[in-house]
């Protein structure tokens, strides 16, 4: 049974920093972060491959940081310069062949 825990989200004002936190129970080539906000669909943020390669999403450039244990099979996405439209839900995500595998979401709400 695959389990993805996620951690680090919260309240931050605008300008701020969080830190969000993802532990899986087994190793993955690919880890990632999606969010989802309100009305909106799901959309990648940032991913990073067990080799140290990283994916941004344009929102995410610059402000944004991705990277990994892989002795603790733990990806993070450290935020900075947050603004209102970061605001989501933000998931944990692992493909694996045919399937795709989701952290529980946590909330990141950055308020003006």
């Known amino acids: 049974q695959v389990q993805l825990v996620e951690s680090g989200g919260g309240l931050v004002q605008a300008g701020g920093s969080l830190r969000l936190s993802c532990a899986a129970s087994?190793?993955?080539?690919?880890m990632g972060w999606y969010r989802q906000a309100p009305g909106k669909q799901r959309e990648l943020v940032a991913r990073?491959?067990?080799?140290?390669?990283?994916y941004y999403a344009d929102s995410a450039k610059g402000r944004f940081t991705i990277s990994r244990d892989n002795a603790k099979r733990t990806v993070y996405l450290q935020m900075n310069s947050l603004k209102p439209e970061d605001t989501a839900v933000y998931y944990c995500?692992?493909?694996?062949?045919?399937?795709?595998?989701w952290g529980q979401g946590t909330q990141v709400t950055v308020s003006t």
């Open positions: 087994v190793s993955f080539n690919v």
């Open positions: 995500h692992v493909p694996d062949g045919s399937r795709d595998y």
């Open positions: 990073m491959l067990s080799g140290g390669s990283t």
